[in-house]
């Protein structure tokens, strides 16, 4: 019984740690623009011309309208995942370095009614 309590016990650590690594942040949908990357409601993610490498320039009003894919705050980097940390100090998630939104005129999953709004707003393409 003790050989087969640590079997499990060694198993259970090996499943949750490779659970911990194993979800990107975001998952992909098919819009009308083709695959994009999505929140985990199935909402679709932005990009934002006027950002920085790593950097959110979209915040209070802006960050009002386009609502940043927030982070927890102790995630870390994975791959092309990144965590940006805003300027008021929280996390947001970026793909590719490009910090990434949801619009609030968004109804429903498969909406891309925030793309090309102001010429600097661009779904996230996860081609």
């Known amino acids: 019984p003790t050989r087969t309590r640590l079997a499990l016990g060694v198993a259970a650590a090996i499943l949750s740690a490779s659970a911990a690594f194993a979800a990107a942040p ?27 490498p790593g950097k959110s320039n979209c915040n209070g009003d802006c960050a009002a309208k386009w609502p940043p894919f927030m982070a927890a705050a102790d ?8 965590v940006v940390t805003r300027d008021d100090g929280s996390k947001m998630w970026a793909y590719e370095d490009k910090p990434l939104y949801l619009w609030v005129k968004d109804g ?6 925030g793309d090309g ?9 996860a081609d």
């Open 26 to 52: 975001a998952g992909t949908g098919d819009t009308s623009l083709g695959k994009v990357w999505v929140d985990g409601k199935g909402m679709t993610l932005y990009t934002f011309d006027k950002d920085g």
């Open 75 to 82: 995630a870390k980097d994975d791959g092309d995942w990144t």
């Open 108 to 113: 429903a999953p498969g909406d891309v009614t």
């Open 117 to 125: 709004v102001g010429g600097v707003w661009h779904a996230a393409k």
